[in-house]
Nanobody, 122 residues
Framework: QVQLVESGGGEVQAGGSLRLSCAAS????????MGWFRQAPGKERDFVAT???????TYADSVKGRFTISRDNAKNSVYLQMNSLKPEDTAVYYC????????????????WGQGTQVTVSS
């Protein structure tokens, strides 16, 4: 089992920044791929970014150039630096993990955190 706990959400004005953190515990974290997803009210959960154990990453087109995913295997943590935030980034952000490489579909992920709310006001 792997437990994930997100933090760092909040409310920010458009153009601002937030940094989300996800702390993992349980099984070996360093060999797992980590992903961030988000779900806005009334919408499906969408892929945001993912990173492998070695640091390879990929992003959704909607966040490229604005968001940066990183990880610290020594701290069993993954981060999402979000810059130039827009009102359409408002959502609950979820951290997830899976064995193996990069995947962008949520059903490919085995463990999920409880989510953290990000609200961007215009």
């Amino acid at each position: 089992q792997v437990q994930l706990v997100e933090s760092g959400g909040g409310e920010v004005q458009a153009g601002g920044s937030l940094r989300l953190s996800c702390a993992a515990s349980g099984r070996t974290f360093s060999t797992y791929a980590m992903g961030w997803f988000r779900q806005a009210p009334g919408k499906e959960r969408d892929f945001v970014a993912t990173i492998t154990w070695s640091g390879s990453n990929t992003y959704a087109d909607s966040v490229k150039g604005r968001f940066t995913i990183s990880r610290d295997n020594a701290k069993n943590s993954v981060y999402l630096q979000m810059n130039s935030l827009k009102p359409e980034d408002t959502a609950v952000y979820y951290c997830a993990t899976r064995r193996g490489g990069i995947r962008v579909e949520d059903y490919e992920y085995d463990y999920w955190g409880q989510g953290t709310q990000v609200t961007v006001s215009s």
